[in-house]
């Protein structure tokens, strides 16, 4: 869609889904919801930034990652480790046998702070490190996987096999990363406690802002010749590798920008609920993952976010009131999602309510329906 102004875009049909989204989570929600709700909602926010980076990732360049849980987990332990060492001062940690590092590393016998622990005194650094350590990560095994053209089902349980191994590998290194328990018992951010209702609240708006950067960043990408590519690279890879385009640097890139947004979402989700463990790093996890990008539309990038956002309310409803037929209850979802209706909530939005916005606002159709059809994923299908 080519506009000459924010305005005219934000007054278009694709424009007003967003601005829909926003009076819902600006607006309704807060003024709906008591705080511990409105907390809830905000840890839901943060698995659509996985969802969001899912869409791009799966959706647009049909590359499916089943290991986004450890882009997730490794932004949330960046922002975990400096709040921890915010509240491990000597002062704090006085009755240990070692003064002024984590607890659980007094527990485990560790003598003195770790060298990779030491940047994360940092604010700036950790920031940074948020985004460019899941990012890191992601372009290693990009190019060891797609230069060598691995793809399909094998980069899916390769993915699937890094998230294990990095579980193990925190749970194991108990002294450094906490085990089991994870970084726990979190308290302040630069000093700012971030256990009250008002903190809470404050962070929830933050980590909507932050959202709407990324979809926003998700879209212009997606805009631009580079998601054409990806389209093109998705639905005939073999044909834009002849036309003279790199399909490995293209694959790279949009993993890497996908475990970007992991990383945020993981960081942002560490500061809503005060704590991270290695058991949002793993196998079920990530597939719960994608399973919030499959439901709201894989080719959606707004399909996404209320993926995100309906899977986890259901899932909070159905594990207070039938924990115990949860796990069932999200593999029949995601069963039902794939042989029913395979483009998600967006998909049956597309199909049955947009014709009959069609002949309420019969005007502007044709202006924006290409836009339209990129953020409700209404791309073809092969």
């Excluded at 940047?119 to 948020?130: K, R």
């Excluded at 960043?217 to 590798?241: C, P, T, W, Y």
């Excluded at 606002?361 to 791309?379: I, M, R, T």
Aim: charged share 15%; net charge positive; proline share 4%.
């Amino acid at each position: 869609m080519k506009t000459s102004s924010p305005l005219k875009w934000l007054l278009s049909r694709e424009g007003l889904y967003y601005l829909a989204l926003a009076l819902l989570l600006v607006v309704v929600l807060p003024a709906a919801l008591d705080s511990f709700r409105l907390n809830m909602v905000g840890k839901y926010l943060t698995y659509a930034f996985v969802a969001v980076g899912l869409v791009m990732c799966w959706g647009k360049a049909g590359i499916l990652s089943l290991g986004q849980g450890v882009f997730f987990g490794l932004g949330g332990y960046c922002m975990a480790m400096f709040l921890k060492l915010e509240a491990s001062t000597p002062e704090a940690t006085r009755h240990q046998s070692t003064p002024g590092i984590p607890d659980f590393m007094d527990w485990n016998q560790v003598t003195e702070l770790p060298w990779f622990w030491e940047p994360f005194h940092s604010f700036s650094f950790t920031l940074l490190a948020v985004i460019v350590v899941p990012m890191i990560l992601a372009f290693i095994i990009g190019v060891a996987m797609f230069k060598r053209r691995v793809g399909g089902v094998y980069f899916a349980i390769i993915t699937q096999a890094i998230a294990s191994i990095l579980t193990i590998l925190i749970i194991g290194q108990q002294g450094y990363t906490g085990g089991v328990n994870g970084i726990t018992d979190l308290q302040t951010l630069m000093g700012w406690s971030i256990r009250t209702d008002e903190a809470k609240t404050t962070l929830y708006f933050v980590c909507v802002a932050m959202l709407f950067l990324c979809l926003f960043v998700a879209r212009f990408v997606q805009n631009s010749k580079f998601g054409r590519i990806l389209v093109a690279m998705r639905d005939q890879e073999n044909r834009v590798r002849f036309s003279g385009y790199d399909v490995a640097s293209f694959k790279v890139f949009i993993f890497c920008l996908a475990a970007a947004f992991a990383g945020i979402g993981g960081a942002l989700f560490t500061l809503q609920v005060g704590f991270m463990s290695p058991s949002f790093v793993g196998i079920v996890p990530s597939i719960e993952m994608v399973v919030f990008c499959a439901l709201g539309g894989r080719y959606s990038l707004l399909g996404g976010v209320y993926g995100a956002l309906l899977v986890n309310a259901a899932k909070s409803g159905f594990s207070e009131s039938f924990p115990e037929l949860w796990p069932y209850a999200m593999g029949a979802l995601f069963i039902g999602v794939v042989l029913a209706f395979p483009n998600g909530l967006a998909g049956l939005y597309r199909r049955y309510v947009m014709p009959l916005e069609d002949r309420l606002f019969k005007h502007g159709k044709d202006d924006d329906q290409a836009a339209v059809s990129d953020s409700l994923g209404a791309e073809k299908t092969s």
